[in-house]
């Protein structure tokens, strides 16, 4: 912007408009589009001029502020979340197979279970080795003991391994769904970044478009103060 500049041709109260610094020619014409370079303009209109702009551009960046604001808070609304609950999304899509297995795996795994094998086992023995009740129908070394829990321990395995697979499958589709939410995440930090970076060097710009105006309104009043003070 050009420092305004004082024509001969008019008193020291008086300054043309092509003089005047392009923001505030722009301001003028805006309102008075009859005006032209040559046209006068008083010293006190000018700077009401000069306030009026810096009072627009205040308004416009408020203006500006609302508008990011309410944006922000209708693409919240607007947006659907795109992180579910595992928990009972998995659940609801359980077959009875499936959910029978989560059960034996969960008391298979278990310290009552442990407890009950140990206790059956125990009884199994003293009733097959003390004769407490009649003749034993496992007598040492217990063969159908040990068919039972190779039995046992065959239906088991497999039991376990069915929860552990959808187990795993649960494991994958937790995995996909955290990089989804951190992918939305890692778009709305940057899209965030990018409308604070617009936003502050906007305003940054009209930061200095006011202190120029007030370093040159400062100057203005400046010379016409020398002025009074060489007519007194």
Request: net charge negative; proline share 3%.
């Amino acid at each position: 912007m050009s420092k305004p500049a004082h024509n001969k041709q008019h008193n020291n109260n008086e300054i043309l408009l092509k003089n005047i610094e392009e923001e505030i020619q722009q301001f003028i014409l805006k309102q008075h589009p009859n005006l032209t370079g040559n046209s006068i303009i008083l010293f006190p209109e000018l700077l009401n001029y000069r306030l009026d702009y810096i009072k627009t551009m205040i308004k416009s960046d408020s203006q500006t502020m609302e508008k990011l604001n309410e944006n922000i808070v209708q693409n919240i609304k607007n947006n659907e979340t795109i992180s579910n609950n595992l928990n009972t999304t998995v659940e609801k899509n359980l077959t009875l197979g499936q959910k029978t297995a989560d059960k034996i795996a969960k008391f298979g795994g278990s310290w009552p279970f442990i407890f009950l094998f140990i206790t059956v086992l125990v009884i199994w023995i003293v009733v097959n080795s003390t004769q407490l009740f009649g003749k034993p129908f496992d007598s040492y070394p217990f063969i159908l003991l040990n068919l039972a829990l190779s039995c046992l321990a065959a239906i088991q395995a497999p039991v376990i391994m069915m929860s552990q697979n959808r187990q795993e499958s649960r494991d994958r589709e937790q995995a996909n769904n955290d990089y989804k939410v951190n992918l939305k995440a890692e778009i709305e930090v940057n899209l965030l970044h990018e409308k604070m970076d617009y936003l502050i060097n906007s305003q940054w710009q009209h930061l200095v478009q006011m202190q120029h105006m007030q370093i040159e309104l400062l100057g203005e009043l400046q010379e016409q103060i020398n002025e009074l003070n060489r007519k007194e």
